[in-house]
Structures are given as C-alpha cells and as structure tokens.
C-alpha cells in the first residue's frame, strides 16, 4: 500500500517539476585553419626556445615534457639546445634525465637509434662535462637480483 502510494507522489513531483525539455543542440566543431608546420620550423622552433637566455626550470621541465609527450624522438639539434640550457640552469639531474627520457624514446629501436643520438651528442656531452647513463651506471639497476639461473651454486 505504501508502496502503491509512494509511487503515485513521486510521478506527480516528477510532473509538476518537470522543465521543459531542449532539444539537443547539434555541436560544431571548428578545425584549426592553420597550416600543418614542417620539421625544420618545429626544429627551429624547440632550439630557439631552449636556446632563450632568460628560461628557467620550470619553462625547461615544461618543453621537456612537452617534447617527450609527443610520438617523436627529438633531433640532436634540439637535444643540445636543451642540454646547453641545463647547463646554463646549473641542472645536471636535469640533462641526466633529458638523456634517460630520449634513450627511453628510442623504444625497442633502442640499439640503433640511441648510439646515433649519443654520436653526434658526444661533443657536446664532452663540452659541457655531461656523462652518459652507461658512464654514470644508470644503465642497469643497481640493487637488482640476479637471475637464479645466473648465480652461482
């Protein structure tokens, strides 16, 4: 009976609070009318911004990141551009993990790509006095167990 009672209150709330209802509205997108930007200005675009004399590190961390973000392996010019900029931050943990990222990026090309990146970014990692991950031992895990198969009986 309750229940009957309940249910007969509820639909006339319902209809009296009822609002009107809105047709839904179609949405329009607008597309970006620019036009598509070519490698070299993208290029350009990241060295000049890494290159800025007044970038701190948050604006660093930030293009970083933003750079990472994308499904790209950064161009070594870009890559000294940003390494210079840590330097000039006084950042070392920073470079180390803008080279850990790009290795990182590499994927399962990592065997091709990364000795070329580390090719033509060796004299500038020499310059600036920047050691590799393999150098610094960030390579492997330091703290990791062996395999049971690898340790001896």
């Known amino acids: ?17 009822e609002l009107p209802r809105v047709q839904a509205l179609a949405v329009v997108r607008r597309g970006s009318h620019n036009e598509c ?6 290029d350009s675009r990241y060295e ?3 290159n800025r004399p007044d970038i701190d590190h948050w604006e660093a961390r930030k293009a970083m990141n933003d750079l990472f973000g ?3 392996i950064p161009d070594p010019k870009i890559m000294v551009a940003a390494l210079r900029a840590c330097r000039r931050l006084n ?13 990182d990026r590499c994927g399962d090309q990592v065997s091709t790509i990364y000795p070329y990146l580390l090719q033509e970014l060796r004299p500038t990692l020499c310059e600036l ?10 390579d492997k ?11 001896e009986k």
């Open 129 to 138: 006095g920047i050691e590799t991950l393999e150098e610094l031992g960030y």
């Open 1 to 17: 009976m309750f229940r009957l009672i309940s249910g007969q209150l509820s639909q006339a709330f319902r209809s009296i609070l």
């Open 70 to 72: 994308m499904d790209l």
């Open 48 to 50: 000049a911004y890494f």
């Open 91 to 103: 950042d070392y943990a920073l470079a180390i993990r803008f080279l850990e990222a790009a290795k």
């Open 141 to 151: 895990p330091e703290l990791a167990m062996k395999h049971y198969l690898d340790m």
């Open 37 to 42: 930007e070519s490698d070299a200005d993208f």
